[in-house]
């Protein structure tokens, strides 16, 4: 193999279909960089690969677009939150706090 050359994964599931690719980036290819070639936007149509959060054996990266991979690391590719999890967390609480106000 080419020196050059590192082997890597990238992932990405939604709950009834995961798709796991293996390929081979050129060395300093970076997080965002090697989900973008990773093709996976073909198989799931509508993922948004220069925008998604991304991340490397379950730890979220901040900054996908500066951090270099190494080789054998695996590329995670995390859906967006459909809702902030304070604002869940503070309509459910409005509705319990309602709820007890109606029981009284």
């Known amino acids: 193999m080419d020196k050059s050359m590192i082997v890597i994964e990238v992932v990405y599931a939604l709950a009834d279909k995961q ?24 198989h799931f149509p509508g993922l948004d690969l220069a925008t998604c959060p991304l991340g490397i054996f379950g730890k979220a990266v ?5 951090r270099v991979l190494e080789e054998g690391e695996r590329v995670e590719i995390y859906r967006p ?3 902030d999890p304070k604002e869940v967390r503070k309509q459910r609480a409005a509705k319990a706090a309602q709820a007890k106000a109606s029981e009284g």
């Open 19 to 42: 798709k796991l690719l293996r390929l081979q980036v050129p060395a300093g290819t970076t997080l965002r960089e090697a989900a973008e070639r990773s093709g996976m936007a073909a």
């Open 62 to 66: 901040s900054k996908p677009q500066e």
């Open 81 to 83: 939150l459909l809702a």
